[in-house]
């Protein structure tokens, strides 16, 4: 009986040579390639088959997956993440700058103010409207840029 390089037998089925010796093994690239045959599929890189059936549900799952998206994307369920960290980046120096111009606003207003109550008092206003301020921003979020709400100082 004649025996045949494994490289070449690897390289003319399309496997590795692992592949190949652990065919041999189980009886011969041939028995394995009839199977594939047998099962009308194709040979997978972990050794098993996958049928065209089988491969033509998968894309067509696939493809159902990405219209669903689309259409989600047109109904405006879902944003882009690079729009929603844009968003969230404003919101977030919008705050910041609320939270910092309460200081500079609110110390003219302290000065010579001896009541702690009325200190407190004073903080806890200015704080909510700063707070009332970033959530008629948040409400108005959608409005087009004509339909813009007015901006406080």
Do not use: W
Request: charged share 30%; net charge positive.
């Amino acid at each position: 009986m004649a025996t045949v390089d494994v490289t070449k037998v690897a390289s003319a089925l399309n496997l590795t040579e692992q592949r190949v010796q652990q065919l041999v093994k189980e009886g011969m690239p041939i028995r394995y390639l009839q199977q594939a045959l047998e099962k009308k599929a194709v040979p997978t890189l972990d050794g098993g088959f996958v049928g065209e059936r089988e491969e033509r549900v998968r894309l067509l799952r696939a493809d159902a997956d990405l219209r669903e998206m689309e259409l989600a994307k047109e109904r405006s369920l879902v944003i882009a993440i690079a729009d929603y960290e844009r968003t969230l980046a404003d919101l977030i120096l919008t705050t910041k700058a609320r939270i910092m111009a309460i200081p500079p606003r609110l110390a003219p207003e302290l000065v010579g103010e001896t009541s702690r109550v009325m200190i407190q008092a004073k903080l806890e206003k200015a704080c909510k409207e700063s707070l009332a301020y970033l959530a008629r921003m948040e409400n108005h979020k959608n409005v087009g840029p004509a339909e813009s709400p007015k901006r406080d100082s």
